[in-house]
């Protein structure tokens, strides 16, 4: 069985500042993991995804997350945040290969609201 | 223009009348899935399918039924639905590994 944890429900942060949004995850077997970001009202759109290879993942919208197998973590960063960033964000994980691949399982959301 | 198109967008209903929520993609995507969302517990899948007539439970299957007949079509099935079956269901597909893109959303009620 695989399960996300995100550690924090919500990160108030001021326009400019950099931001990071922690993401903890188990597995017994490899992970493909994923970013997405819900503006409100809106579905789910993707923000970056790592499958394999550099284990820094660049994204759209000046995201960047980085995979630490180590510590099965694979938090998502941005330098400076702008007031259009507020939203909800998600990291989800699915097992690589084998026939369960499309079995995702997401984390409790992260709501980012940047102040002025 | 790709899109994942869901229908009805709202709905209420009272327990154990029968619905279907219908999913369409236009992008030949092999994979599809259904989600629910409810607050603090983030997106819970429900059932997926990685091709015609191939499907799997995820993480919630209970109560719910899909098919998959055709390609573009994914409809998600409450043969008898309850009030903890209020939430905001998302229908996805993608090509294997390719970005997921995600329907509008549906808001259910269950009285």
């Known amino acids: ?116 | 223009e790709a899109q994942v198109t869901q229908n009805p967008r709202y709905l209420i209903t009272v327990t154990g009348k029968k619905l279907t929520v219908t999913c369409s993609q236009n992008m030949n995507h092999e994979y599809m899935s259904w989600y629910r969302q409810d607050p603090g517990l983030g997106l819970r899948q429900i059932y997926y399918s990685m091709n015609v007539e191939v499907t799997d439970k995820g993480d919630v299957p209970e109560g719910y039924k899909v098919s998959r007949k055709e390609k573009r079509n994914f409809p998600l099935i409450l043969e008898s639905p309850s009030p903890n079956q209020t939430s905001l269901y998302f229908c996805a597909s993608s090509s294997q590994w390719g970005t997921q893109y995600f329907g509008p959303g549906t808001r259910l009620l269950v009285l």
Do not use: M
């Open chain 1, 1 to 116: 069985a695989q399960s996300v944890t995100q550690l924090d429900s919500q990160v108030p942060v001021f326009e400019e500042a950099p931001v990071e949004l922690r993401c903890n995850y188990s597995s017994s077997v490899s992970v493909y993991l994923f970013w997405y970001v819900q503006y409100p009202n809106q579905g789910l759109q993707l923000l970056l995804k790592y499958l394999s290879g550099s284990t820094l993942v660049k994204g759209i919208n000046g995201f960047e997350a980085e995979f630490n197998k180590s510590q099965t973590s694979f938090h998502l960063r941005k330098p400076s945040v702008h007031i259009s960033d507020t939203a909800e964000y998600f990291c989800a994980v699915s097992q690589a290969g084998g026939t369960s691949y499309g079995k995702l399982t997401f984390g409790q959301g992260t709501i980012l609201t940047v102040h002025p």
